[in-house]
C-alpha cells in the first residue's frame, strides 16, 4: 500500500547502514526461475536429490556437472533487473552519505554484481567458477561452462560446482561476513526468500533480536513475514525503485 511505500522509505533514508538478505525471487524477473521451478525442460525427470545433494554428485557428477553447467551458460543470457540496479544505486548513494549497503544473498547468480554491487556473501556459492574437491583452486567462469567434467590444473582431482549442496556447511567466510552485515546494519532488506532454508533463513532473527527495523519485498507471506516491521507485497523489480 501507499503506506508501507512510504514507511519502507522512512526507514531507508533514516538507516546508514542497509543490509540486504536477497534469494530466488530477487532475480526471478531477470528470467531465472526459483530453485523448484528450474526442473523444467530436459531436466523436469529429475528430483533436486539427483543434482543438488553431494550424493547425487558422487552417483553422477558427469549429469550434476552438465546441470549446473547448463545453468551457468543461462545466466549469460540474462540480465539484472531494475530490482538489483536499484540496490546498486542505493548503496552508491548510502556510501556518499558515510553509510554502506551490505549483500549477503543465497543465490548462486552473479546478478548483483553485474549490477555494480558489491556482494559481502553468497550463502551458497556461486555459478561463476568451479572450485577443486581437495585442493583451493577455484576456476574462472569459462571453465564453469566446459562440457567436459574439468580436472583440477594444480593437482589432478575433479572439480565440482562451486555451490552448497543440501546437507554441506556453509562456507565459513560467507558465514562470518553474513553474520556481520546483519550484526551491523541497522535496516535489514529481505527480498524474494521463502525463508525455509537453514541456517541461512537464521539470520534474519539475528537482526530481528536486535530490534533491527526489517522490509520485507515479497508477493506471497515467507516464513519471515512475522519478523517484517513493512511487508511490500510486490515484486522486487517493482518495489525496489519505489523506495530506493
Ligand atoms: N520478487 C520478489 N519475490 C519473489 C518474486 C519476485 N519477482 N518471485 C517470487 N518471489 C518469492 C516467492 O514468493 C518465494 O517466497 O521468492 C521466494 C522464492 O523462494 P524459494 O524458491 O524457496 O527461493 P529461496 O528462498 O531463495 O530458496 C533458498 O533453497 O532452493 C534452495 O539453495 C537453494 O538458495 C536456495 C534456498
Not at 15 to 24: I, K, P, Q, R, T
Not at 113 to 120: I, K, L, M, P, Y
Request: with cysteine; hydrophobic share 40%.
Amino acid at each position: 500500500s501507499a503506506d508501507d511505500l512510504a514507511a519502507a522509505r522512512r526507514l531507508i533514508d533514516d538507516a546508514a547502514n542497509v543490509c540486504v538478505f536477497s534469494g530466488a525471487g530477487m532475480s526471478a524477473e531477470s528470467g531465472i526461475p526459483t530453485f523448484r521451478d528450474a526442473l523444467t525442460g530436459l531436466w523436469a525427470n529429475y528430483e533436486p536429490a539427483d543434482l543438488a545433494t553431494p550424493s547425487g554428485w558422487r552417483r553422477d557428477p558427469d549429469l550434476v556437472w552438465g546441470w549446473y553447467r547448463d545453468r551457468a551458460e543461462t545466466l549469460r543470457t540474462v540480465e539484472p533487473n531494475d530490482g538489483h540496479r536499484a540496490i546498486a544505486d542505493l548503496g552508491r548513494r548510502k556510501k556518499l552519505a558515510g553509510g554502506r549497503v551490505s549483500i549477503v544473498t543465497q543465490n548462486v547468480d552473479d546478478l548483483h554484481e553485474r549490477a555494480g554491487s558489491t556482494v559481502d556473501a553468497h550463502l551458497h556459492g556461486s555459478l561463476i567458477g568451479p572450485r577443486c574437491e581437495t585442493c583451493p583452486y577455484r576456476g574462472d567462469a569459462d571453465l564453469s561452462l566446459a562440457r567436459e567434467r574439468p580436472r583440477c590444473p594444480r593437482c589432478g582431482a575433479s572439480l565440482r560446482p562451486d555451490v552448497v549442496w543440501f546437507g554441506e556447511i556453509l562456507p565459513k567466510l560467507a558465514w562470518l561476513n553474513a553474520s556481520a552485515a546483519v550484526g551491523q546494519c541497522d535496516l535489514l532488506i529481505i527480498i524474494g526468500t521463502s525463508g525455509v532454508i537453514r541456517p541461512a533463513a537464521n539470520l534474519p532473527l539475528l537482526a530481528a533480536e536486535a530490534g533491527t527495523p526489517i522490509i520485507e519485498v515479497n508477493p506471497e507471506p515467507s516464513a519471515l513475514t512475522p519478523l517484517a516491521t513493512v511487508h511490500l507485497e510486490s515484486t522486487a523489480a517493482a518495489a525496489l525503485p519505489a523506495i530506493s
